[in-house]
């Protein structure tokens, strides 16, 4: 049974799961509201528990060796014709996840959908060009064969939902694996809209599966099913913890993309302008962004003057309704998040760090919280410790370069760090000494998809990315056959 769909402000949108190519309602549902205004209630959302896990694991098990047993082109023609259905449906998906998790609308529709077209694009042809890797030794010819793994589950957060979890879904499915995608009950309708154009692209039924659900209920039966080969998971460590735990039940592989605390490094020599510029991005998208470099370290010499120029470009910052493209900080995406957030900041007046500016929340009525700096007593404090996800930025200062590695690699996180230098040398000794999977010097969420991707620390397990999240969705195998074998 399914349910009607839902008119997301002109946007028809199914509550329901998908599962072995149908539309499958639950006999319970969850709300879904709108951060833009959080009286409005977009749908309620099917509410998947083990039963509905059950379904879609039987499925996705089901139709893995046809899938599995298709040739790497023909697997890449279906990716290929997914990602041309999803540029053409930009718009509307950017619509209903600006609505769904209040990310700006013109950011969605002109980077960060089209992302999750090129996702799908990027595998098709990183599997079709898969060159195995051949050698000789000890006498035999060696080949290494990638097999793929089985039914793969893949969790993903609220923020950003539709590209992260392509990002994931992509090398699954190019790998030969099938998949079983729950997304994050704070922002579902983008993974029901992708199912709309699975089916459009006529991918075999079971071979792609959203559930739509808790992560304690229908999340955790998910990954407890030992019938799953694979599990991808992105969001916070103690979630982490608890996949890991689940996985290693099964003794499945599993990879974590977890949250960050990344510094954001100014030094003297850097294009002030520019840092401080780039310094007041991190408030983008209400601070929302795993990899944002949360914790300014300057350099004591040019700290006044940087902060200056960082508090006049934050203050060119636009609070407003995410669909308005004059808006450049959407509000946070839940009032649970939003008294999270705001807990983070009293706790630290408490503990006696300065709030340079902000620290408020914007409005009664609304989700929105100021863009705020706090330079903490010490960084020991929580506020630099801590993942806060939101508009919260600390400062620090160093007064030289070995001072600034040892604050960078002073937290639990290893996601990403940021630098900015005009020294190449510079870059390329902090390059090899700072504890993070990505690094950017002079610029920022520059990816190139073949690189890998990940976290060091408490911010994650394993590497995506390229031919990293191939091999990961497969099982290798190495052929060796004795040399002289002759043919025929
Ligand atoms: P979360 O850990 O609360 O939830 C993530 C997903 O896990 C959701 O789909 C949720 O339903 C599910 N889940 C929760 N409990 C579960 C359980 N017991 N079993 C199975 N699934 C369960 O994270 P969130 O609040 O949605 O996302 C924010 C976090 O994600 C932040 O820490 C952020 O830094 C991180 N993040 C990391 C990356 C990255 O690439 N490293 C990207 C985006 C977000």
Redo the contacts with the bound molecule.
Sequence with gaps: MSSPRVDVDGVLVSPDHYINGERIASSRTFEDRSPLDWTWKLADVARAGSVEADLAVTAAEAAFPAWAALSVNERSAYLDRLADLIDRDVDAIAHVECLDMAMLEESLRLRVIGRGARNFRAYAELARNYEPRRWSSNGTANTVLRMPAGPTVV??????PFM?STWKCAPALAAGNTVIL?????SPLSASMLMDLVEEARFPPGVFNVVQG???EV??A??ADPRVRRIS????????R??GE?AAQNLVPFTA????KGPFMVFADADLDAAAEKAAGMFDDGGQV??AGTRLLVDASIRDVFVERFEEATKRHVLGDSRESATTISPLIHPDHLTRVDGFVKRARVNGDTVVFGGERKSKNGLWYEPTLIEPKSNDSEIVQR?V?GPVLTIQSFTNEAEAAQLANSTAYG?SAIIYTSSEERAERLGSLLRAGTIWVNCFLVRDLTAP???TGI??IGREGGDYALDFYSDLKTLQIKEGTTHG
Excluded: R, Y
């Design positions: 969790i993903t957060p609220w923020n950003a992260l729950k997304p994050a009950e704070w808790l992560g304690n999340g955790a998910l990954v998971f992105t969001g916070s460590p103690e979630t982490g608890f996949i689940a993309e977890l949250g960050g795993c990899l993942e996800f996601l991707f990940g976290g911010s994650g």
